[in-house]
């Protein structure tokens, strides 16, 4: 089994910047494509970015040009560089993982979340 953990949510006022991590944690595993996703009160969970083992990407276009997502498959960690942020980014962020082991045995994995809110 993998577990995900995030961190680097808070406050900050509008135009500012945050950096969310996603460290995985396990045995004998793998990463496939991991993703960020984001739940605002009232509204469903929405796919902001992905990225693949290789390092290709995708966003969500209101994140484009703004957020950066990336990963460091040594550290098995994900980062979300946001970067001018706007109050309706506003919402839990949450990891998401594929991942496999010889075993063979394959899973995806959520981490807990952590709260970003955005002041204007």
């Known amino acids: 089994q993998v577990q995900l953990v995030e961190s680097g949510g808070g406050l900050v006022q509008a135009g500012g910047s945050l950096r969310l991590s996603c460290v995985a944690s396990?045995?004998?595993?793998?990463?496939?494509?991991m993703n960020w996703h984001r739940q605002a009160p009232g509204r469903q969970r929405e796919l902001v970015a992905s990225?693949?083992?290789?390092?290709?990407?995708n966003y969500i276009d209101a994140v484009k040009g703004r957020f950066t997502i990336s990963r460091d498959n040594a550290k098995n960690t994900m980062y979300l560089q946001m970067n001018d942020l706007k109050v309706e980014d506003t919402a839990v962020y949450y990891c998401e993982a594929d991942w496999w082991t010889a075993v063979p045995e394959a899973g995806r994995t959520w981490g807990q979340g952590t709260q970003v809110t955005v002041s204007s």
């Open positions: 396990g045995s004998g595993f793998r990463l496939n494509v």
């Open positions: 990225i693949g083992s290789g390092g290709n990407t």
